[in-house]
């Protein structure tokens, strides 16, 4: 099994660091229990909303949310979307996995620019513990 911030996170590259939160954050993931977004959400949308914020800085979490479909769906199947993207099962997106959220989606997503994970976890961070919440989650999409 690859833990997911091993590979994503560049910040976590130094060696004992590294190992230390490996062990923490794949002891805790069970990857059988992760739903992949693909059985939530339509694939064809999925491409077309990542496509249309290809570019660096164009990324709209409104927009895209339309987009992808998630906004018109169910409280519950936005609350499964979150699990699948809080890769860790820490109960809450933190900036290092907002960061990958495009590759939640798709493996084929880019990753968000520093500008614009700040600015999507400004906007959903109602609370203020620099974090998203399944609640700050579902509010935000069905804002
Ligand atoms: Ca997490
Ligand atoms: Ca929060």
Redesign the pocket.
């Known amino acids: 099994m690859t833990c997911f911030f091993c590979v994503a996170s560049e910040s976590w590259s130094s060696l004992s660091s590294c190992s230390t939160q490996a062990r923490t954050r794949c002891q805790h993931s069970t990857p059988a229990a992760k739903m992949a977004m693909s059985s939530i959400l339509n694939t064809d949308d999925i491409k077309k909303a990542l496509d249309a914020f290809k570019a660096a800085d164009s990324f709209d979490h409104k927009k895209f949310f339309e987009m992808v479909g998630l906004k018109a769906k169910s409280a519950d199947d936005v609350k499964k979307a979150f699990h699948v993207l809080d890769a860790d099962n820490s109960g809450f997106i933190e900036e290092e996995e907002l960061k990958f959220v495009l590759k939640g989606f798709a493996t084929s997503g880019r990753d968000l620019t520093d500008k614009e994970t700040k600015a999507f976890l400004k906007a959903a961070?109602?609370?203020?513990?620099g974090?998203?919440?399944v609640e700050?989650f579902t509010a935000l999409v069905h804002e």
């Open positions: 961070d109602k609370d203020g513990d974090k998203i919440g700050e």
